[in-house]
T-cell receptor, first 115, second 114 residues
Framework: EAQVTQNPRYLITVTGKKLTVTCSQN?????MSWYRQDPGLGLRQIYY???????DKGDVPEGYKVSRKEKRNFPLILESPSPNQTSLYFC??????????????FGEGSRLTVL | GNSVTQMEGPVTLSEEAFLTINCTYT??????LFWYVQYPGEGLQLLLK?????DKGSNKGFEATYRKETTSFHLEKGSVQVSDSAVYFC?????????????FGGGTRVLVKP
């Protein structure tokens, strides 16, 4: 089954404690991205990756890091989480080009609370 | 910059009612336009799309037409069901976007009552 898998789905942590949210896709997509969803703001892009070892900042990258060592995985790293990073996070992937550009496949989301 | 504006919810309807969710956009050139749907507890999934002016996207009884003159992409369904209760997001992808970057609207929550 084609899917994007995120872990953990739910996490409560404290300020300053490093955490990683993993994301894996099994569709051989070149493009992967992280979004955060906040009430009334829709989804905002944090980071994206066009392919292995190629990453770039989205609209709200402050406080986050990413890496793309393998095509299927795109972890999101919060080195020192703060309460304003409490949010619902989504990983998404797609083919990089062609007629289906823009058709993102989303994971089920990871709800993060930073106390 | 690019932006998407959609009507705020929640929108509460009775089953078999007609649904319209307004969406307007601001972008350079002619972007591709999308509607995504998020069912409770799930991630977003593509509902329909249109890539050029006057295109009509359709899926699961939903329709939206790309109107260049009014920069709009309103979502409609003629007869909603309880299972259509979800949050709907309008989005655009500029022609020269970095990768597949989508700009999303704020989302509209729809609640359909039996």
């Amino acid at each position: 089954e084609a899917q994007v898998t995120q872990n953990p789905r739910y996490l409560i942590t404290v300020t300053g404690k490093k955490l990683t949210v993993t994301c894996s896709q099994n569709m051989n997509h070149e493009y992967m991205s992280w979004y955060r969803q906040d009430p009334g703001l829709g989804l905002r892009q944090i980071y994206y990756s066009m392919n292995v070892e190629v990453t770039d900042k989205g609209d709200v990258p402050e406080g986050y890091k990413v890496s793309r060592k393998e095509k299927r995985n795109f972890p999101l790293i919060l080195e020192s989480p703060s309460p304003n990073q409490t949010s619902l996070y989504f990983c998404a992937s797609s083919f990089r080009s062609g007629p289906n550009t823009g058709e993102l496949f989303f994971g089920e989301g990871s709800r993060l609370t930073v106390l | 910059g690019n932006s998407v504006t959609q009507m705020e919810g929640p929108v509460t309807l009775s089953e078999e009612a007609f649904l319209t969710i307004n969406c307007t956009y601001t972008a350079t050139g002619y972007p591709s336009l999308f509607w995504y749907v998020q069912y409770p507890g799930e991630g977003l999934q593509l509902l329909l799309k249109a890539t050029k002016a006057d295109d009509k996207g359709s899926n699961k009884g939903f329709e939206a037409t790309y109107r260049k003159e009014t920069t709009s992409f309103h979502l409609e369904k003629g007869s909603v069901q309880v299972s259509d209760s979800a949050v709907y997001f309008c989005a655009l992808s500029p022609i020269k976007a970095a990768g597949n970057k989508l700009t999303f609207g704020g989302g509209t929550r729809v609640l359909v009552k039996p």
